[in-house]
């Protein structure tokens, strides 16, 4: 009996217009988003191998008193999968003798209006077309039934009320990864093309199964959301409106609002200031340590009874002064490691 | 009659908006609005406040340690800082992608710094909730819920025959239709607007009163009123295109997909595609190299032409200062005295005199060779930026056109261009640092000669102990006007948009089918 319901909700849901319009945007959007991802992290690793080969060979002879040493972020070959965060990470790290590090982010924005409007990679298009299209062919599955009078027989047939549950959400969750798994297969052979991008590699293979597994995990929780909420209501309109207000809220509400929360409950300082906090240590600890020299300088001199015009002298004119300036030099070296210590 | 019809209509709208606040979905509605938005509003505000201090914080630092430097050296590298927008409260837009300070230099060659920022990594990961995320996702797709069935949900109830039967023209039908829901739906965002401005102007830094502030509020409102109205005719229009209302739910995500999530997402792509750039580190890296090139070439060409006789001459002066020392001792030791510290008085004189003149001769010649130089790097960095700057102005110009399709893209430049976090302002961004790199370079860095790598002279009257003071770089905000000028297309198109759904409303809802 369940396969049979399981059947038949996947045949109606199938002959449902909404399926056509699901799949019609699941076949675009996906290998779309997918194809522009690809070119996206092509275009950012010739960028990074040109930069790379061009720092290597402007400072592959090092000069030491003025040595930056740089280091570059690869991109990621599975951020064609979720940019995230990735528009905003730093490109490269610049360390210095100071101790500090100063991470880059490289000035402009390549595509504004990616970055304006967002990116459509494989992450967005689950999140939001597919949770809102697994919503829209679900929302109705007991209200509308219930409306079309075919729930009161089905129960009538003494038909367990589980079994109604499971069937529609397998049935409907078995309908949903129909375009999901096409637009999947379209999407790996638009990356598959790609020389830059190892779909097979050992490295990207099994990241790439375990993100369809979450993602068939996700989607049959929107499924079920959507039965859910179809048994929480008495009518179609609202159901759709309840919806409405979960997609809004799971979707869009919850995962912006929840950083500002954190934000109001535990404040921090801005990283600005952070970074201006340890400068200013850093300078000060610079002052402090050539004041020290200066005056270790002259007590060696003092000592050594040398005359004060042989201070700026490199090497010093007088026998004195050269003794003066070895005692400072024997002197000076476990302070600059204490400093920096 | 004209009063009876006035009377009817009137009815009408009032049975609108009677039947949309005593249904769920004006509650849902109303309380999405008047959670989000204001939320929205206070979390934008505290953002903003805390960029505002971290910048008046780093800039007053800066001033403190560098903004007066009591000795000019090449290793000065003025920066200049961007403030941030007080406007970009409402549309946060660019904001976190633009640099936040531009670093100058003697080689001309400015850099833009973004401070990456661990404040937050989920609020970037799942983006702001300021006021144009609130109206594109949240309000609009809320005037459509609102509408979807206003048509074919009122056949499916037999009301619209009844009302078509009492002789009222279908055009007041659907105008009563339009005026109704879009009064029902302005009653929540006024209440959310209202809400959100008073704790905006709870704020010590924000003074929504301000001429500088009230103007552009007052413009983003009535673009969004105006972006409402649309949504609202486009949901009408929608359950004109159906006979039930399944049918219009689907019509209706299908359309809201591709209007909000899928043409603005699409347009740069196709743009792209259609127009390749190189991305902006190839054109740093490029600009590095170019920079390196002339560099090369400079000190090349001064050791050829310049170098050569310098040493030429020098090598000739210490041959007259050697053999005048030879003199000097023989004449010494044929006097039978110890040389002392005065004998060497008349071949001191004549080395710095002779220094002084071989300085005065060669060194102008220096000064004009670098100041050639350093005009023709200035000249090839901005080519190449123009270069770049001239493909990337042609492919965002593609994607802005394309993505006007949807006029939720036309709301979001219009709102994002008035609060300077637009599309155009990374261009705005650049041009006030060239702006600031080219007054650098007048004021102090062109003061300085390169004689050879890592090594420098000052330009005749210029005193490194007294330099001049680092000015603040000049970073200008697009004001209303400008902001208006920049976006009248996409208020016109916001405009025909409403007039377009409106007009189809019309022309399916004259030949709709009533029973």
């Not at chain 2, 630092?61 to 409260?89: C, K, M, N």
């Not at chain 2, 048509?151 to 078509?164: A, D, I, M, Q, Y």
């Not at chain 2, 209303?480 to 759904?501: P, S």
Request: hydrophobic share 45%.
């Amino acid at each position: 009996m369940l396969g049979t319901l399981i059947k038949k909700e996947i045949a109606e849901t199938v002959l449902d217009l909404r399926f056509v319009i699901v799949t019609l945007l699941c076949v675009v959007l996906i290998p779309l988003g997918m194809y522009v991802s690809r070119r996206d992290y092509e275009r950012r690793l010739a960028a990074y191998q040109t930069e790379h080969q061009a720092y290597r060979q402007r400072h592959s002879e090092a000069k030491l008193w003025n040595v930056e040493v740089q280091g570059l972020r690869p991109p990621s070959v599975l951020s064609i999968f979720a940019s995230g965060v990735d528009p905003l990470l730093p490109d490269k790290v610049i360390t210095s003798y100071s101790g500090l590090f100063l991470a880059v982010k490289e000035a402009g924005t390549d595509n504004p209006h990616s970055l304006f409007f967002g990116k459509a990679d494989f992450l967005f298009s689950m999140a939001f077309v597919m949770s809102l299209a697994a919503l829209i062919l679900t929302f109705d599955s007991i209200t509308g039934e219930k409306a079309s009078g075919t729930l009161g027989l089905m129960v009538a047939n003494s038909v367990p009320r589980t079994h109604i549950l499971l069937s529609k959400i397998v049935g409907n969750y078995v309908v949903l990864l129909i375009p999901f798994v096409i637009s999947i297969q379209i999407a790996l052979i638009v990356l598959s093309v790609s020389p830059d991008v190892p779909v097979t590699s050992s490295g990207v293979w099994p990241v790439f199964l375990i993100i369809l597994a979450v993602t068939g995990l996700f989607i049959f929780a929107m499924v079920s959301l959507g039965v859910c909420i179809s048994t929480l209501t008495k009518h179609s309109m609202n159901s759709i409106v309840l919806a409405f207000f979960a997609w809004v809220m799971f979707v869009l509400g919850i995962p912006k609002i929840s950083p500002m929360i954190a934000q109001i409950l535990h404040p921090i300082e801005a990283a600005t200031v952070f970074r201006l906090a340890k400068e200013t240590i850093v300078e000060d600890t610079e002052k402090e340590f050539d004041q020290q020299r200066d005056r270790l300088l002259k007590k060696c001199f003092e000592e050594q009874a040398a005359p004060a015009d042989d201070m700026t002298q490199l090497p010093p004119s007088t026998e004195e002064g050269k003794k003066a300036r070895a005692d400072y030099e024997e002197q000076v070296v476990p302070s600059v490691q204490t400093t920096h210590g | 009659m004209k009063n009876w019809r006035n009377a009817v209509f009137g009815t009408l709208v009032a049975k609108e908006i009677l039947e949309t606040v005593l249904d769920l979905r004006f509650v849902v509605a109303t309380l999405l609005c008047v959670v989000l938005i204001p939320l929205g509003m206070y979390v934008s505000r505290e953002d903003y406040e805390q960029r505002l201090t971290a910048y008046q914080r780093e800039h007053e630092t800066y001033r403190q340690r560098h903004g007066a430097p009591e000795w000019a050296g090449t290793d000065i590298e003025a920066q200049g800082f961007r403030p941030p927008s007080v406007l970009s409260i409402f549309a946060s837009g660019l904001d976190p992608f633009l640099p936040d300070k531009v670093i100058t230099s003697h080689s001309g060659v400015f850099r833009t710094i973004k401070e990456p920022s661990a404040d937050s990594p989920q609020s970037f990961l799942f983006g702001k909730i300021d006021f144009l995320f609130n109206i594109v996702f949240v309000v609009s797709l809320a005037a459509l819920i609102f509408t979807f069935t206003c048509v074919s949900g009122e056949r499916e109830k037999g009301t619209l025959r009844l009302v078509v039967a009492n002789s009222v023209p279908r055009s007041r039908i659907l105008l009563a239709k339009i005026a109704g829901k879009y009064i029902a739906l302005l009653v929540p965002f006024t209440l959310a607007v209202l809400i959100a401005l008073l704790i905006l102007d709870a704020s010590p830094d924000v003074s929504v009163a301000s001429s500088q502030v009230w103007p552009h509020v007052l413009t983003i409102l009535g673009a969004t009123m105006l972006f409402l109205l649309g949504m609202v005719c486009l949901g009408v229009c929608i359950s004109t295109l159906t006979r039930r209302s399944m049918g219009s739910i689907v019509l209706l995500f299908l359309v809201w997909v591709i209007l909000v999530l899928g043409v603005p997402r699409i347009s740069p792509m196709i743009a792209e595609s259609l127009c390749s750039t190189e991305s902006q580190t190839a054109v740093s890296t490029n600009k590095q190299s170019v920079a390196d090139d002339i560099e090369n070439e400079y000190y090349q060409t001064k050791r050829q032409t310049i170098d050569v006789k310098w040493q030429e001459e020098d090598k000739e002066m210490w041959r007259t200062v050697s053999e005048m020392s030879k003199d000097i001792m023989a004449r010494v030791r044929s006097s039978g005295r110890e040389p002392v510290k005065e004998d060497s008085a008349e071949v001191n004189k004549f080395l710095k005199a002779r220094n002084r003149e071989l300085e005065d001769k060669y060194r102008p010649q220096v000064a004009r060779l670098c100041e050639e130089y350093r005009k023709r790097l200035a000249k090839e960095i901005k080519r190449v930026e123009h270069d770049h700057r001239d493909r990337m102005s042609v492919q965002h110009s593609i994607a802005t056109n394309l993505s006007r399709i949807s006029p939720m893209c036309c709301y979001a430049y219009i709102v994002a261009g008035i609060a300077s976090t637009g599309v155009a302002e990374p261009d705005n961004f650049i041009r006030s640092a060239q702006r600031y790199q080219d007054l650098m370079e007048e004021i102090l860095y062109s003061k300085f000669i390169m004689r050879a790598k890592d090594s420098w002279t000052l330009v005749e009257g210029f005193d490194h102990g007294k330099p001049p003071a680092i000015p603040d770089m000049t970073y200008v905000q697009p004001t209303l006007a400008g902001a208006m000028r920049a976006h009248w297309l996409d208020v016109l198109l916001l405009g025909l948009f409403d007039v377009l759904f409106f007009a189809l409303a019309f022309v399916r809802f004259n030949r709709y089918d009533v029973r």
